[in-house]
């Protein structure tokens, strides 16, 4: 049965589906599209990239939301800076999202929802709020949530409204009933976009945006809700405030948030220097390599950044597309024990720590196998591969992994040293054929002698 950790209970619950037997809905909150997306983005969405794979792997059907937020202040402020409309500022970046999430290997969802597409379904939300006398119209014209009107409110983030009122910052002149309430519609300021609404015109406030969303897609309850540890309060705690307050009812099952991404132990920061967008690192680095650093680690666990991490990940891979190589086609084993275990560790919230420790073991037995029961090897292979799928890797062809492509030292010239050294070594010039064999290791290139000729493979030049 599968397990998922909820954080609303925290604890592991057995997941059923809101409507039986295989259908689930999925919401995961999306960037706001201001800038490069980095890679702490891409840590939360390869991680549920995977969550959505083995739903779909194990016979679901899954229904995957992830919006875009396409206004915000950080859109308006960087359109400003750009002196451009603010569109071009979020189709800029949103372009720049899908290359840098389709070299990393994310599906893509079935919904992409936008929040500008939904400003009526917005207003119409808070109109709805301000009748349940849940939101109120402040002096300025801002309208607000009035957080003492949710008895439920801190329940996902476990935390105490008293204390938190206690530790919120007052502001001057601040027009807000509780230190605590939060904006739903922002009057627009002279040159900001702006929608016209029964408040005047402005522009909804973030968190208001995803409630409408994914009620407007999913419906008012539903499975999964996911994205980032940093999202449980405020955001996700207020999705929940307005959400319930309209429904009356639960509005998601189970929530689920990814862990945070450090660099060597401090959390990212421009400020700090150590800020890294996904496609910074995809300049030195392959696409699978990062996405097995990202999802190797527990989804729900910190992930520590370092150029060690890369290492140890392309290393890795190197492992599993070595044991994948010169394997003849087959069909993958059924009904075996890693098969089994790989489910077993799936099945527990997720687990790919212990995932990839099957793939391991299951790697070391093709290479038992393929001297003597090569055909057996290649089915063990098959099923490898085939696991590595659902998590999102191996599934290039391995002489594509293992040789790949570099400008400074194509592929041609590696092969052209091989056939100096081979003929050196016909010539019994031995000293020459290990010259050759020094000078590709010297450039990061490393042979494999076999009675079948000789193959080479990079390794990291890190």
Known sequence: MLK?????????????????????????????????CHIGNGRTYAAFDVIIRYLQWR????????????????????????????????????????????????????????ATDYVPQIIQFIETL??????????????????????????????????????????????KRDPLDFVLWKLAKPGEPRWESPWGAGRPGWHIECSAM????????????????????????????????????????????????????????????????????????????????????HYRSPVQYSEHALIQAHNALQRFYNTLRDLPEANPLTHSEFEKKFVAAMDDDFN?????????DLAHEVQRLRDNELSLAAQHGALLKLLGGVLGILQDYPENFLQGEDSTLPAAKIEALITARNQARTNKQWAEADRIRDELLMLSVVLEDSTSGTKWKRISKK
């Open 4 to 36: 998922i950790y909820n954080s609303m209970t925290q604890a592991k619950e057995i997941f059923h589906p809101l409507q039986p037997p295989n259908k689930v809905s999925i919401y995961v909150c999306g960037p706001t599209v201001y800038d490069f």
């Open 59 to 114: 016979g679901f059907e899954v229904t995957y939301v992830r919006n875009i937020t396409d206004i915000d202040d950080k859109i308006i402020k960087r359109a400003q800076e750009n002196k451009e409309p603010f569109e071009a500022v979020v189709e800029r970046f949103t372009q720049a999202m899908h290359e840098d999430f389709t070299q990393l290997g994310l599906l893509s969802p079935h919904h992409e929802p936008r």
């Open 130 to 175: 301000i009748h349940h006398h849940c939101a109120y119209v402040a002096s300025n014209g801002d309208v607000y949530y009035d957080v003492r009107q949710f008895k439920k409110y801190g329940c996902l983030s476990h935390h105490n409204i008293d204390q938190l009122e206690s530790g919120a910052r007052i502001e001057i002149n601040d027009v």
């Open 214 to 297: 994914s009620t407007a897609l999913l419906g008012d309850h539903f499975d999964l809700h996911g994205g980032g540890k940093d999202l449980i309060f405020p955001h996700h705690e207020n999705e929940i405030a307005q959400s319930e307050a309209i429904s009356q009812k639960k509005f998601v099952n189970i929530w689920m948030h990814a862990g945070y991404l450090q660099i060597e132990k401090e959390k990212m920061s421009k400020s700090l220097g150590n800020f890294f967008t996904i496609r910074d690192l995809l300049k030195n680095n392959k696409p699978e390599v990062l996405r097995y650093f990202m999802t190797s680690s």
């Open 352 to 360: 790919t720590p212990i995932a990839f420790s099957v793939l391991f």
